[in-house]
């Protein structure tokens, strides 16, 4: 039975992908060129570095490291510009409920993020103490669909990989978590998530009795 719900944090807790769009958009036409909401669609879950890396390819720009860990450090200050103003009115429905339930029933939680801004997100909409364990983007090396950032999760809450179920929207997430023996929840579409042994629209969909049917 499950023992842990390791959960993503964009997508599946909040919808930061509006505030990644928006940083993103500016860097990009800061450069010369635009960024599209569909390309954005194609960074979900993907690391700070490897999404410059991709709009610069997408706007046909070739920067040096150095250059490129400037524009990340300029788009990530604009981004937790936006942050910063996050409410807990921000959380997506069912999602604080559902980690609620998880705690009431004795099933250890823990979050997954590629995110290094998770704490603050966490902090600004009020569910750090949530938690067991909390693994962001600064505790890990390897990106999603490395299973690192969960099989550290799951690690830190003393559960089997077996008897953890994660919750992810990115199709490398799901991924992720199946690589590292785990199961799968899908938010968002099944069309996309082909791999999840689940799917659901969002966490109001979902139940501690679902987790048991896994
Ligand atoms: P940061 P998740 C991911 O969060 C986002 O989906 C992705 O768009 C972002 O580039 C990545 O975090 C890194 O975020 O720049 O704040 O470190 O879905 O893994 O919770
Ligand atoms: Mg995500």
Not at 101 to 126: P, Q, V
Request: proline content about 3%.
């Amino acid at each position: 039975s499950i023992k842990a719900c390791i959960f993503d944090l964009d997508g599946v807790i909040v919808d930061t992908a509006v505030y990644h769009y928006k940083a993103w958009k500016r860097l990009a036409n800061s450069l010369g060129f635009d960024f599209t909401e569909e390309q954005n669609e194609k960074l979900k879950g993907v690391s700070r570095v490897r999404s410059l890396e991709l709009i610069l390819q997408w706007g046909g720009i070739t920067k040096t490291a150095a250059e490129q860990e400037v524009l990340a450090t300029e788009k990530n200050t604009w981004y937790v510009e936006m942050i910063s103003h996050m409410k807990p009115d921000e959380i997506l429905p069912g999602a604080k409920e559902f980690v609620q339930a998880c705690r009431d029933a004795g099933i250890k939680t823990a979050l997954g993020s590629a995110s290094k801004n998770s704490m603050m997100i966490l902090e600004k909409i009020g569910m750090v103490d949530l938690f067991d364990a909390i693994i962001d983007g600064n505790k890990v090396s390897k990106a999603k669909p490395d299973p690192e950032v969960f099989l550290k999760g799951a690690e830190a809450v003393g559960v089997a990989p077996a008897d953890c179920v994660v919750f992810e929207d990115a199709i490398a997430g799901v991924e992720a978590a199946i690589a590292g023996g785990m199961k799968a929840v899908g938010i968002g579409s099944p069309e996309v998530l082909t791999e999840a042994n689940l799917v659901i629209s969002g966490l109001d969909k979902m139940s501690i009795e679902k987790l048991d049917e896994l």
